[in-house]
């Protein structure tokens, strides 16, 4: 048992925090890039691509650099510290995830090694309209004429979907849920992008008679959808740790100097006792996250630890971004001031792929299967 | 980074794993998981069952019975202990005055008390305490006034916990009434049964008899029982609640408290339903088993990561946090019970299930458990100061 990185992550860590920190030096650098489309640098992802980020998880053969979930958990963590609006769970460890794990040896090669280049963002169309959290993507059909398949149906919100280079759109197929390749400017695609509340982007895509390839095997990729979800679900929580982290900071930092009647903000026992309960909130996520990751590289129960590490992230998540508006106080709430956005992005993530109470119904339905939980194998 | 325990820790908790389920007597271990209370004769027996295998107290120096084992090997050594309902040994002698003695005594004290100590053949009380005190410890006033070579001592603690079975009582009293608040307290080790000393019990809200308090009217005490130096007596305590730390959170005790009462769930509804159909019920049971995982994972990587005997700075989450879940998880029995959790003076004749009767003691017992130790409020003051570095 052993929860430290080594000195190769530890390098890992310190070279992406130095660029995103270069890139995100102020919270103003980010909102004059979140408030142009794409919602996103270029340059800052093109830097990712060539330090080796954008290709860590994949294997080498497909183009990428062969490392595990604990690197992509460092890079999520730092995209969260920044809270960086380059959609690295989104494009690398979701929709690269899928392509990993279902695709064909071709479509590995080809597109992980675009993406590890940093060429080509492909993000997942799931969501519908009328769904909540589901991991099937009934509302989308497809149909099959010859050799040809086509999906009719409509995606929403896509997160990142009106950037995207490549889409991987979920559709009902016979006996589940089949995963498609689809390009954005095939015929019958609609495509009308948005600005969330974060600062992030989605669209809607409608898909009409839309020419699409299988990723993989055309047939039920649930099993695939659920693995590869319950991965990016791990790694949006350290994105999420990353996020909580420096709102933390930045609200301690807040009540040394800040002076209220005279004297610094850190005299009140009230707000301290309050700063030392988001403390607390952090370390307990942190472990329960940081655990979820090893359970994946040690290829444990992937979704019951991502079901964990979300129910925890969700309520630190409230817990912290909350407190951290409210102990600045007015400040707090402006546009021009970070700490709020930290919120705003906590609260996102929150509701991608599953909130708490989401997550916690999940594990009810396990909860008769075991004793005591054993965190240890 | 690495989930898996090395061989040498997975043949580890194995041993320990072995050795509380078989060689703690059944009755003992069942009076645990029923949560009865246990005489002063069972928590005896149990603690020399570990003794005579060596266990009983790991954390003093391998000379006088302790284990060189990692803080790792330490902390499944409590887990197990507490998963097996193995009464952990007798804090005041095995976490508290043994580490010190062995620490700061003369050879004379450890050769005289050490051994006994661990084998509970005298049972220690701890006389820290009084009315006034309360969290500011430092605030104490029992004086021991020296008079050839004995002290004098006067005064009154309190809180003293099982003190009715107390044979020696380490305390902390004021030796320099002049010197600054810290700076004027000993660490005196007096015998119960000298005269002078009188042990009052306080009933407490759980009807029960857990905690005294104990007199002191000029009771003569031989100076050879002074721990160390005089006027060092607060680094010392300082060092014994420093080591009060390790296996602060009973995330053991509290997981297998929990996993029972899901097992009572499974009838506790009307006609001999089961809560866990209940959403709120089942909802409530998850969500606490996940905050224990937390719980125990935070603890995990405090142990991993505490080297040279400092501790990691997350460890004060671990009282924090460990008391509160075990607070709620007291709670959650009486919610199951109902109106059956009034039941608390029920006798052999009545329907209701054990766990029933005793549930609402035990959840107003352990009130106590965010206020010692330093409250709740204490630790919450220790985390916005020595990590957040937020200073009134």
Known sequence: MDFTLDAEQVALRDAVRGLLGKSYESSETRRAVTKQDPGWDEKTWAQLAEMGALGLPFAEADGGMGAGPVEVSIVAEEIGRVIAPEPYVEAVVLAGGLIAAAGTDEQRAEILGALSEGTLVPVFAHNEPGQRYSEAGAGVTATKSGDAWTLTGVKEPVIGGARADLLIVSAAVDGGTGLFLVKPDAEGLTRDGYATFEGGRAARIGLNATPATPLGEAGDQSGVIAKVIAEAQIAYGHESLGAMQSALEQTTEYLKTRKQFGVPLSTFQALTFRAADMYVELELARSVVTWATLVLLDGGDAQEAASRAKLQVSKAGRHIGKEAIQLHGGIGMTAEYSVGHFTSRLTAIDHTLGDGRHHLALLVERLDDHGVIEPLP | ?392
Do not use: C
């Open chain 2, 1 to 392: 980074m690495r989930l898996q325990l090395s061989d040498e820790d997975v043949a580890f908790r194995e041993e320990m794993r072995e050795f509380f389920t078989t060689k703690v007597s059944k009755e003992i271990r069942d009076t645990v998981a029923a949560r009865h209370e246990l005489t002063k004769e069972q928590i005896v027996e149990a603690q020399q069952a570990l003794n005579a295998g060596g266990i009983a107290v790991p954390n003093w120096p391998v000379e006088w019975g302790g284990k060189d084992w990692t803080p790792l090997q330490r902390h499944i050594w409590h887990e197990e202990m507490q998963l097996a309902n193995v009464p952990i040994p007798l804090a005041f002698n095995a976490g508290m005055v043994g580490p010190v003695i062995a620490a700061f005594g003369s050879q004379e004290l450890k050769e005289r008390f050490l051994p006994k100590t661990a084998n509970l053949d005298i049972w220690w009380s701890q006389g820290f305490s009084e009315p006034d005190s309360g969290s500011d410890l430092a605030s104490l006033r029992t004086t021991a006034v020296k008079e050839g070579d004995e002290y004098v001592v006067n005064g009154q603690k309190t809180w003293t916990t099982l003190g009715q079975y107390g044979d020696w009582i380490f305390n902390l009293v004021r030796t320099d009434p002049e010197a600054k608040k810290q700076a004027g307290i000993s660490f005196l080790l007096i015998d119960m049964t000298t005269p002078g000393v009188t042990v009052r019990p306080i009933e407490l809200i759980d009807g029960g008899f857990e905690v005294n308090e104990v007199f002191f009217d000029n009771v003569r005490v031989p100076a050879e029982n002074l721990v160390g130096e005089e006027n060092k007596g607060w680094d010392y305590a300082k060092f014994l609640l420093g080591n009060e730390r390790v296996g602060v959170a009973p995330v053991g005790a509290t997981k297998r408290s929990l996993s029972a009462a899901k097992d009572y769930a499974k009838t506790a509804g009307p006609g001999g339903t089961s809560l866990l159909d209940d959403p709120l019920y089942a909802s409530q049971i998850a969500d606490l088993e996940n905050e224990l995982l937390a719980l125990e994972l935070t603890a995990l990587r405090v142990v991993a990561h505490s080297t040279d005997g400092k501790p990691h700075p997350a460890s004060s989450v671990l009282k924090l946090r460990g008391t509160e879940l075990q607070q709620a998880v007291t709670e959650l029995y009486v919610d199951m019970g109902g109106p059956a959790s009034l039941a608390s003076g029920a006798g052999p004749e009545s329907d209701l299930a054990d766990w029933n009767k005793v549930s609402t003691p035990y959840y107003l017992n352990f009130r106590k458990a965010s206020i010692y130790g330093g409250s709740n409020e204490i630790q919450r003051t220790i985390i916005a100061g020595t990590i957040l570095g937020l200073r009134g």
